[in-house]
């Protein structure tokens, strides 16, 4: 399973951009990166993927480097309420569609009024 | 309904007891999961149900039983429980079709404790 690296914790003033980094240079070419959050005492939430081009949603934008060894997830204008635990995954599609999700040790982003 | 319910929220028990875990959806998913998290360490994958079939046990002791009664519930039965076994429970479900867009949704956990 392609393992992921993350700083465990990055502080953010709130209404300016978070920029979370991560590394997975032991990708294969057809996983995907996920990126999951997880809020105090809550189950993880969803946020994104991709696989080569950047993309982008209504929570945050996802930018994958070219030789896709590394990623950003960017949270454009950051709110309290975006203070969670933040996952950088690469999935892992077992038989019959079930997928396989591994977390790494994630990025307790804080960020601060 | 986007929403995968657990119950119960929180579970003391001895390590005699013998009591189980239940997970629902009714998002139509065919793939659904148990998770285990420790205090301040990530989600760690214990069972995947595809089909209503095991797909994958990640070597989990026999004192944890999942089932998969139909497709829209899942159960971990417990019994003979350790106390290094307390933590919270996840439960996910997700599509299992091939394609790219499979997203896990997660419900809100057991906090279990054992005494």
């Known amino acids: 399973d392609a393992k992921t690296t993350q700083p465990p914790s990055m502080d953010c003033a709130e209404g300016r951009a978070a920029n979370l980094p991560c590394n997975h240079s032991?990708?294969?070419?057809?996983?995907?990166v996920y990126w999951y959050r997880q809020i105090h005492s809550q189950g993880p939430q969803y946020i994104i993927h991709?696989?080569?081009n950047n993309e982008t949603n209504e929570m945050a934008s996802l930018i994958i480097t070219e030789d896709r060894k590394s990623s950003t997830l960017i949270l454009p204008h950051a709110t309290l309420r975006d203070t969670a635990v933040y996952y950088c995954i690469v999935r892992v599609r077992l038989l019959q569609g079930a997928q396989k999700l591994v977390f790494g040790q994630g990025t307790r982003l804080t960020i601060n009024p | 309904d986007t929403e995968v319910t657990q119950t119960p929220k929180h579970l003391v028990m001895g390590m005699t007891n013998k009591k189980s875990l239940k997970c629902e959806q009714h998002?139509?998913?065919?793939?659904m999961y148990w998770y285990k998290q420790k205090a301040k360490k990530p989600p760690e994958l214990m069972f995947v149900y595809s089909y209503e079939k095991l797909s994958i046990n990640e070597s989990v002791p026999s004192r944890f039983s999942p089932e998969c009664p139909n497709s829209s519930l899942l159960n971990l039965h417990l019994h003979a429980l350790q106390p290094e076994d307390s933590a919270l429970y996840l439960c996910?479900?997700?599509?299992?079709?091939?394609?790219?867009?499979?997203?896990?949704?997660f419900g809100p956990g057991t906090r279990l404790t054992v005494l």
């Open positions: 998002m139509g998913h065919r793939a």
């Open positions: 991709g696989l080569k």
């Open positions: 032991t990708i294969s070419g057809n996983e995907y």
């Open positions: 996910a479900s997700s599509h299992a079709l091939a394609g790219e867009y499979n997203e896990q949704f």
